[in-house]
């Protein structure tokens, strides 16, 4: 049988700058070598060996919806959840009720929020 881990998420973007920035801001995360090319990818270390792609499609249609997204976890979730509303980044519950997070059945706490390219992105606090 095979085993995998988890290893990157690449995104296209209409402009790589105001990704990184967003991501940086928000996250934190810091900007690591692309070591497959010397394109205008730009890539982002997420902590534990993690990574995000930022590839330029500056032409590109990207469509999205909540249902396709992307989860990272945190233990300081109300923390991270008043640094949101800090910076002014919008958020929602699943049910798009602005500025409110939504306890799942199984009491997880977790919020929805977009990037510039509006990618969904979850947080919670599924430590």
């Given at each position: 049988?095979?085993?995998?881990?988890?290893?990157?998420?690449a995104?296209?973007?209409?402009?790589?700058?105001?990704s990184?920035?967003?991501?940086?801001?928000?996250?934190?995360?810091?900007?690591?070598?692309?070591?497959a090319?010397?394109?205008k990818t730009?890539?982002?270390?997420?902590?534990?060996?993690?990574?995000?792609?930022?590839?330029?499609?500056p032409?590109?249609?990207?469509?999205?919806?909540k249902?396709?997204h992307?989860?990272?976890?945190?233990?300081?979730?109300?923390?991270?959840?008043?640094?949101?509303?800090?910076?002014?980044?919008?958020?929602s519950?699943?049910?798009?009720?602005?500025?409110?997070?939504?306890i799942?059945?199984?009491?997880?706490?977790?919020?929805?929020?977009?990037?510039?390219d509006?990618?969904?992105?979850?947080?919670?606090?599924d430590?």
């Open positions: 049988m095979h085993t995998f881990s988890f290893n990157h998420i995104l296209s973007v209409k402009n790589v700058d105001a990184v920035a967003f991501y940086q801001k928000v996250f934190q995360f810091e900007e690591i070598e692309n070591t090319s010397t394109s730009r890539w982002l270390a997420m902590g534990n060996g993690k990574q995000l792609h930022i590839i330029p499609r032409d590109a249609e990207i469509k999205t919806n249902a396709v992307f989860a990272l976890s945190t233990a300081n979730f109300n923390a991270f959840v008043m640094f949101l509303e800090e910076i002014n980044v919008l958020y519950d699943w049910r798009n009720t602005p500025n409110k997070d939504y799942r059945k199984d009491g997880i706490k977790q919020v929805y929020f977009q990037d510039p509006n990618y969904w992105i979850e947080v919670n606090n430590i």
